[in-house]
């Protein structure tokens, strides 16, 4: 059996699931379209930069929806999958996870963007296994914008993935290959961390890193 880890936005959908929820916020008109905006899109620079400030992202990324209520945010999510994340859901990237699925190899979802919004997401991709960041909930159940536990951000998403193996009783060693999808430098410790790295539409600065160490580089999105 393989272990096939998957970044999600910019690798597995041709968009950021974060960043856009944010825009559907905005659309559905939950938050000021002016200074919402703005602020999403510098937040999404720092990003891809890799200078985001993960605590501070997710207190303003939640802002929009966790005072609702639970049902009426739930269902916002809803109309997002199907209006923007449904067509954003490409034959191609659907093909790479079902392959692995097929196989019989353990397939896993590890994202930087909150449970909130990509617990359907993965499930559109016919993947259980999501590590995604955790959103702390106060004794009543509500969101509070901060995370529970370590964030699947960067060299969390490294420890996130060894303390999920180990609550399975498994290790890196037990597989046959254990393969990482993804798109950003964000993700190099995981990327130099598992056996095979593989660059999915890969950001140039990671390109450079890929050819330079002889990692594999995919491309799910190009059209000819």
């Known amino acids: 059996?393989?272990?096939?880890?998957?970044?999600?936005?910019?690798?597995?959908?041709?968009?950021?699931?974060?960043?856009?929820?944010?825009?559907?916020?905005?659309?559905?008109?939950?938050?000021?379209?002016?200074?919402?905006?703005?602020?999403?899109?510098?937040?999404?620079?720092?990003?891809?930069?890799?200078?985001?400030?993960l605590a501070e992202y997710l207190e303003f990324a939640?802002?929009?929806?966790?005072?609702?209520?639970?049902?009426?945010?739930?269902?916002?999510?809803?109309?997002?999958?199907?209006?923007?994340?449904?067509?954003?859901?490409?034959?191609?990237?659907?093909?790479?996870?079902?392959?692995?699925?097929?196989?019989?190899?353990?397939?896993?979802?590890?994202?930087?963007?909150?449970?909130f919004v990509t617990r359907p997401i993965a499930s559109a991709f016919g993947v259980e296994q999501l590590l995604a960041v955790e959103l702390e909930r106060d004794d009543n159940g509500r969101v509070t914008g901060r995370s529970r536990g370590v964030p699947?951000?960067?060299?969390?998403?490294?420890?996130?993935v060894e303390a999920w193996l180990a609550a399975q009783g498994r290790?890196?060693?037990d597989f046959d290959d254990v393969l990482f999808y993804s798109d950003s430098t964000n993700d190099l410790p995981l990327l130099e961390r598992v056996r095979t790295p593989i660059a999915t539409n890969p950001t140039p600065a990671l390109e450079a890193i890929a050819r330079e160490r002889g990692w594999r580089i995919l491309r799910l999105f190009e059209t000819s």
Do not use: C
């Not at 597995?12 to 699931?17: A, F, I, K, R, V």
């Not at 938050?31 to 999404?44: K, M």
């Not at 005072?67 to 990237?93: C, H, K, T, W, Y």
């Open 1 to 53: 059996m393989k272990l096939a880890l998957f970044d999600l936005d910019g690798t597995l959908l041709p968009t950021d699931s974060d960043h856009a929820f944010g825009e559907y916020m905005v659309a559905i008109g939950w938050v000021d379209a002016g200074t919402w905006r703005a602020r999403n899109d510098g937040f999404y620079a720092q990003y891809q930069a890799g200078t985001l400030d």
């Open 62 to 115: 939640t802002s929009a929806w966790r005072d609702r209520p639970v049902a009426e945010a739930e269902a916002a999510r809803e109309r997002f999958m199907r209006e923007v994340i449904g067509p954003q859901l490409r034959a191609a990237a659907r093909a790479l996870v079902a392959g692995h699925l097929d196989a019989g190899d353990l397939v896993v979802v590890v994202t930087a963007t909150n449970e």
């Open 152 to 160: 699947t951000f960067r060299e969390g998403k490294v420890t996130r």
């Open 171 to 173: 290790q890196w060693a």
